[in-house]
């Protein structure tokens, strides 16, 4: 390597500007993301109108990764419903498309511990797209969490820019 300030990516080095950039526009796309997210959510639950639902299944994901031990775990709750004569079949919990992680399995079970398979429960649906059901009328924090990283990595990419110029 040249200096101790260039990146280096499957053997190639990478001017630290241009790959500050790449963190800062990443950055502010997830941020970006997140914020509309947000918005979407928010006119979702202005706008949705209840419907009768049939409780298909209820399950927990659980994702985690080699880097970190942590073990992310996701309420999942599958059910049926129709809208204005047509039959959709959805999964989402809160009106946010990012999903709702939990730490523990105790938490994420508590967040579905209300729906039972065969039992029928209020759904809520937007006319816009009446696919994109959901069974809490309350926010996520999730989109939050995706300005927030965002936001991170904006800064980085940004700090990392500027310091390559100076270089």
Same mark, same amino acid.
């Given at each position: 390597m040249s200096s101790n300030t260039d990146i280096t990516v499957a053997g190639r080095e990478i001017d630290p500007v241009r790959g500050g950039l790449l963190f800062l526009v990443v950055g502010l796309a +997830?941020?970006?993301?997140?914020?509309?997210?947000?918005? $979407? $959510? $928010? $006119?979702?639950? &202005?706008? !949705? *109108? @209840? %419907? &009768? !639902? %049939? %409780? +298909? *299944?209820?399950?927990? #994901?659980?994702?985690?990764?080699?880097?970190? @031990?942590d073990v #992310?775990?996701? @309420?999942? %709750?599958?059910y049926e419903y129709a809208y204005r004569g047509e039959r959709y079949t959805a999964t989402g919990v809160y009106p946010a498309s990012v999903q709702r992680s939990y730490d523990t399995r105790s938490a994420a079970r508590e967040a579905i511990e209300e729906y039972e398979t065969g039992e029928t429960v209020t759904a809520y649906v937007t006319p816009d797209s009446p696919g994109d059901a959901f069974l809490r009328k309350q926010r996520s924090n999730a989109p939050f969490l995706a300005i927030g990283i965002g936001a991170v990595i904006a800064l980085m990419g940004g700090r990392s820019a500027l310091r390559g110029r100076r270089a």
């Open positions: +997830l941020a970006g993301y997140g914020g509309y997210d947000y918005l $979407q $959510q $928010q $006119q979702a639950i &202005e706008t !949705a *109108e @209840p %419907v &009768e !639902a %049939v %409780v +298909l *299944e209820t399950d927990l #994901d659980s994702t985690s990764s080699a880097s970190s @031990p #992310d775990y996701y @309420p999942f %709750v599958r």
